[in-house]
């Protein structure tokens, strides 16, 4: 079981709220990720990070911001949020080798009335 | 861009059948793995080929992959009604790149 933790797991909010995603892991893992999933569709890349002050967008835009002053700690922040949002967000890790193998998390389902 | 398609996109069979599922991708890979997941929740890692290899086996599944083609085929022999999921194929154009992932294939086993 991989030891990477996302919360909350459900969220209801309004529009224009500001929420932050919390995700951590404690395997020591230098890569981490932000997937975004529609449900029953693919996952799309929205932000990454190497290794600490180190994040970079993904394929797929997004008016999220991620921040990695820890190596533990990824979270996402959305300033204000949209129906548009509303979405499941998984947050991934993984060692810095070249198999990329990733650990996720259970994921963050976020509801923007 | 989307690297990775599954095919098909459902699969229904009864338990104790075998399921296939294939998964076609654009450009030239690292390697190719495939996730599953069950409904609600996050990804599990099941298998990893790399590129210069052909065939892989963990248990009841079997991986194989065909760099010509640009395709790989995962099958699950003997299903079991847990095996209920969708199963999504990911590759990385490059070596420590992220990964990026197909549509998925959604299966169902019944008992």
């Known amino acids: 079981e991989a030891d990477i933790y996302q919360t909350p797991r459900y969220l209801v909010i309004g529009t224009g709220k500001k929420i932050t995603l919390e995700c951590s892991q404690t395997?020591?893992?230098?890569?981490m990720y932000w997937y975004q999933q529609d449900p029953g569709m693919e996952l799309h890349l929205i932000h990454y990070s190497y290794g600490v002050n180190s994040t970079e967008k993904g394929d797929l835009s997004s008016e999220s911001t991620v921040s990695r002053i820890r190596t533990e700690h990824f979270p996402l922040t959305l300033e204000s949020a949209r129906p548009s949002h509303t979405s499941q967000y998984l947050c991934?890790?993984?060692?810095?080798?070249?198999?990329?193998?990733?650990?996720f998390g259970e994921g963050s389902r976020l509801t923007v009335l | 861009s989307q690297q990775g398609e599954e095919d098909p996109q459902a699969l229904s069979i009864q338990e104790g059948e075998n399921a296939t599922m294939n998964c076609s991708y654009k450009?030239?890979?690292?390697?190719l793995q495939w996730y599953r997941q069950n409904s609600g929740r996050g990804l599990v890692h099941l298998i990893l080929?790399?590129?210069?290899?052909r065939e892989k086996h963990s248990g009841r599944l079997r991986v194989t992959l065909d760099t010509s083609k640009k395709s790989s085929s995962l099958l699950i022999t003997a299903s079991r009604a847990a095996d209920t999921a969708s199963y999504f194929c990911a590759t990385d154009a490059r070596a420590g790149t992220a990964l990026i992932f197909g549509k998925g294939t959604t299966l169902s086993v019944s008992s």
């Open positions: 450009t030239s890979i690292n390697n």
């Open positions: 991934a890790s993984s060692r810095r080798t070249n198999t990329g193998e990733l650990f």
């Open positions: 395997m020591g893992h230098d890569k």
């Open positions: 080929i790399r590129s210069n290899e």
